[in-house]
T-cell receptor
Framework: EPEVTQTPSHQVTQMGQEVILRCVPI?????FYWYRQILGQKVEFLVS????????KSEIFDDQFSVERPDGSNFTLKIRSTKLEDSAMYFC?????????????FGPGTRLTVL | AQTVTQSQPEMSVQEAETVTLSCTYD???????LFWYKQPPSRQMILVIR??????QNATENRFSVNFQKAAKSFSLKISDSQLGDAAMYFC????????????FGQGTILTVHP
């Protein structure tokens, strides 16, 4: 069965550094998402992306964050200047459409540790 | 803003028994969808069951069923004939009918299944 994949599984970075988290959505899916989960807290929505544009974003998704679909298969989340509070598990998801029966399929997550 | 609350951080059940996980939500919208996701240890979140708010009939998927009480804004998950493979973190999630896929999650409930 097709799966969403994410790389790396764990990323350690220094505060102020840029990181790029990578995701490969399921191939025929058109909608892409990023969520994050700070340890011990809820999974939080960051952004949704369709047709090479951001469809919706949360208050968390400020100017430090950007998303891109650089080619036909990858979907990336860039954090320009990481802060300690960016340490979290980041989940990518994709869905074939936006209908009520279109399931979001999640990747296994990337654990980001900012030192 | 919509909120989702899971008041049971942990639950346990004996194999073959039935367990119910609770979820309440707060919204002023009439068009929305509710979901239960399962996250096994070190694995992706996968969709267990979904409920459209406009449907009065409770959703069922094999051993999984929901009790959707729209007026009470309650959406509990019942797992019948529990199996060892049901052990996981379970997340309740809400999606507005007008959103671009944004899921709002509860805190999660860790389910342990005892043999």
């Amino acid at each position: 069965e097709p799966e969403v994949t994410q790389t790396p599984s764990h990323q350690v970075t220094q505060m102020g550094q840029e990181v790029i988290l990578r995701c490969v959505p399921i191939s025929n899916h058109l909608y892409f998402y990023w969520y994050r989960q700070i340890l011990g807290q809820k999974v939080e929505f960051l952004v949704s992306f369709y047709n090479n544009e951001i469809s919706e974003k949360s208050e968390i998704f400020d100017d430090q964050f950007s998303v891109e679909r650089p080619d036909g298969s990858n979907f990336t989340l860039k954090i320009r200047s990481t802060k300690l509070e960016d340490s979290a598990m980041y989940f990518c998801a994709s869905s074939p459409g936006m209908g009520s029966t279109d399931t979001q399929y999640f990747g296994p997550g990337t654990r980001l540790t900012v030192l | 803003a919509q909120t989702v609350t899971q008041s049971q951080p942990e639950m346990s059940v004996q194999e073959a028994e039935t367990v119910t996980l609770s979820c309440t939500y707060d919204t002023s919208e009439s068009d929305y969808y509710l979901f239960w996701y399962k996250q096994p240890p070190s694995r992706q979140m996968i969709l267990v069951i979904r409920q459209e708010a406009y449907k009065q009939q409770n959703a069922t998927e094999n051993r999984f069923s929901v009790n959707f009480q729209k007026a009470a804004k309650s959406f509990s998950l019942k797992i019948s004939d529990s199996q060892l493979g049901d052990a996981a973190m379970y997340f309740c999630a809400y999606r507005s009918g007008t959103s671009y896929g944004k899921l709002t999650f509860g805190q999660g409930t860790i389910l342990t299944v005892h043999p």
